[in-house]
């Protein structure tokens, strides 16, 4: 039951946001798993059960990060991966880790301890399925390309070989979807500044979204429109701002408005551009 609820809110945040689902999924975490690990006839909670809740709580905190509210989502963080743990889960507590660097990351961190952390959900992930190895490798690429640019690309290689070697799966916790890797490789050729090739990277991740991952494809225009303006392309950005504004219609995220308002500060330059000042005025009621 955990897993296929599991399945129902990821799929719902995909499609409607963070900031859309969040207080249901805590709701139901607090009145339908919580008790779960404190019933009484059961006083040491299986594993399955401490992985399931793991898994959910990591959701939870997705949905915090999506909502701009970075502590709480560090709180379930840190909850998810001592749960994961006490499970004896190494594919659930990779995962955990994975996301705690990424959240770090999100927020600007990229140092020695992000780093050390990236390669410990790695070293973790490194007994666990191909597709979850694709995952802590990809993000390991991220943060190396602004240390070791040569252990970047190398970690880059090992995320794409096991990629291929992932089986089809389905659910927010055994599968990687190919638009997904790609993304992560865009963010390693832009952190080493070829802005070239993450733009052909993020097209190539667009091109791969599925109408089931929403969110993500609103937030991997925000980015083809942030490079392309690094580069002055104004044309391209406008028209990834305009695919940015009809996504966030239906989404809730913090994430994608805060790049929205960013990008509109970025164009206001070309603003007696008709493209750009069309943007800007479609806009205003998202600001």
């Known amino acids: 039951m955990l897993h296929g609820m599991a ?26 798993v919580t008790p779960l690990l404190t019933f009484r006839a059961s006083p040491v909670p299986s594993g399955a059960l401490l992985s399931a809740t793991a898994q ?7 949905g915090c990060v999506d909502s701009g509210l970075d502590r709480t989502a560090q709180h379930y963080l840190q909850v998810a991966s001592r749960l994961a743990h006490d499970a004896a889960d190494p594919t659930t507590l990779a995962i955990a880790l994975r996301s705690m660097v990424a959240h770090a990351y999100e927020r600007g961190h990229h140092g020695p301890t992000v780093l050390a952390l990236a390669q410990k959900a790695a070293a973790i992930a490194s ?53 997904a890797l ?9 952190a080493m500044g070829d802005t070239a090739a993450g733009i052909r990277a993020l097209t190539a991740s667009l091109h791969l979204r599925t109408p089931f991952e929403h969110r993500a494809t609103v937030l991997t225009h925000a980015y083809l429109a942030e490079a392309h303006l690094r ?34 500060v970025g164009l206001h330059p ?13 806009s205003e009621r998202f600001v």
């Open 7 to 32: 399945a129902v809110f990821h799929n719902a945040m995909e499609q409607y946001g963070g900031e859309h689902v969040r207080v249901p999924l805590a709701t139901y975490i607090s009145h339908h």
């Open 231 to 264: 580069l002055g392309h104004v044309e391209p950005t406008v028209r990834h701002c305009l695919a940015l504004l009809d996504g966030i219609t239906t989404l809730h995220s913090a994430r994608a408005s805060d790049r929205l308002r960013s990008l509109r």
């Open 182 to 190: 790609h993304f992560q490789r865009a963010r390693v050729f832009l």
């Open 127 to 179: 007994d666990t399925a191909p597709a979850v190895q694709a995952y802590t490798q990809a993000q390991l690429a991220v943060i190396l390309a602004h240390h070791d640019r040569s252990a970047a690309l190398v970690a880059l290689a090992h995320a794409t070989r096991f990629h291929s070697l992932a089986e089809a799966a389905s659910g927010p916790f055994g599968s990687y979807p190919p638009g």
């Open 56 to 62: 959910l709580t990591l959701l939870l905190a997705g």
């Open 270 to 282: 070309h603003a007696r551009q008709a493209d750009v000042a069309e943007f800007l005025n479609a």
